[in-house]
């Protein structure tokens, strides 16, 4: 649904992945527009985050992956019908494999950081995928036109160490 930040999926509980020998719930998947994080100094029009949060939530996984303009994406079909202009929840009514919302390649980018939403808790390891997901124009143009810009600015490293495995 959409929150008035983002377009967002609320996941029912079920959904973990194990980082550095602690499980990490998944909580949500959203997206910005443009990306969040830049490569070489530059945007990607879209960014989805797929986010996870410790048992006592006090530690956050999120995984980032980039969109670029290309064929149409139908794994963001059973979300963008879901979209709406309007703050609502709306369910889908589907059950969704969040593994096609991760690139076949999963070599990454990662390092220790906050939120991009309001508390921007410093409490995240962020893995952002090297390798983009296409989405067609009119997929990206869906989401422009309901949410302009809803990505923080990009934040200075202050010492932060971005380390990629590839």
Not at 22 to 42: A, R, W
Not at 133 to 143: D, N, P, R, W, Y
């Amino acid at each position: 649904g959409n929150n008035g930040h983002s377009i967002r999926m609320n996941v029912p509980a079920g959904s973990s992945i194990t980082y550095g020998g602690k499980k990490f719930n998944l909580i949500n998947f959203h997206f910005h527009h443009p990306s969040e994080h830049t490569v070489d100094g530059q945007l990607y029009p879209m960014e989805a985050h797929l986010v996870h949060l410790s048992d006592a939530k006090d530690a956050a996984v999120v995984l980032g992956v980039f969109f670029v303009a290309g064929a149409e994406n139908p794994a963001l079909e059973p979300i963008w019908s879901a979209m709406t202009k309007e703050v609502a929840e709306v369910p889908t009514g589907k059950t969704y494999d969040l593994t096609t919302l991760l690139p076949p390649a999963r070599e990454r980018y990662s390092y220790e950081g906050s939120l991009t939403t309001p508390g921007c808790d410093e409490i995240v390891s962020w893995n952002v995928f090297r390798t983009p997901l296409t989405a067609s124009k009119v997929q990206i143009a869906s989401m422009a036109d309901i949410f302009l810009n809803d990505a923080r600015p990009v934040q200075p490293l202050n010492g932060r160490v971005v380390k990629s495995d590839f």
